[in-house]
């Protein structure tokens, strides 16, 4: 009897000290277009701030594909200048949980996102930053 109550304790402390365990701090909508300007300026600042941390961030969609979302800064700039609108932006990976809403969302529509990121890629002065495990917080349009 005496080691079922033992057990029973440890058992309630480990279910205390799992279940009290903090949740993952979100970086609330950092500017896409800053995040990519930091990315081709300053990889190592980059990095110590994103790199691996779970980002909420708006932009709007440039492409939909099987499983990810392309998304670009929403700023005036793309407007005035188009050649910049479908270059530097967000490759969204979505959770497979995130499919039937990925089929409503269109080119041009707003969004925010939610999502890890992991890395960064340049080519030919392109700059992507590459959200794993997406979730579509909201959209607009």
Do not use: H
Not at 29 to 48: F, G
Not at 71 to 91: A, K, Y
Not at 120 to 139: M, W
């Amino acid at each position: 009897m005496k080691y079922l109550a033992v057990l029973i304790f440890s058992f309630s402390i480990l279910f205390i000290a799992c279940s009290s365990g903090e949740s993952e701090e979100v970086i609330l909508y950092p500017q896409l277009d800053l995040m990519l300007e930091l990315a081709d300026d300053n990889i190592l600042e980059w990095d110590s701030m994103y790199k691996n941390k779970l980002v909420e961030v708006k932009g709007e969609i440039a492409d939909v594909d099987k499983d990810r979302i392309r998304i670009v800064p929403s700023s005036m700039l793309n407007i005035i200048n188009p050649i910049n609108r479908f270059s530097s932006g967000g490759d969204c990976i979505f959770k497979k949980d995130q499919e039937l809403i990925a089929r409503t969302l269109k080119s041009g529509m707003d969004i925010t996102i939610q999502g890890r990121v992991t890395k960064t890629d340049e080519f030919l002065g392109v700059n992507r930053i590459i959200f794993k495990s997406c979730v579509f917080i909201e959209t607009e349009n």
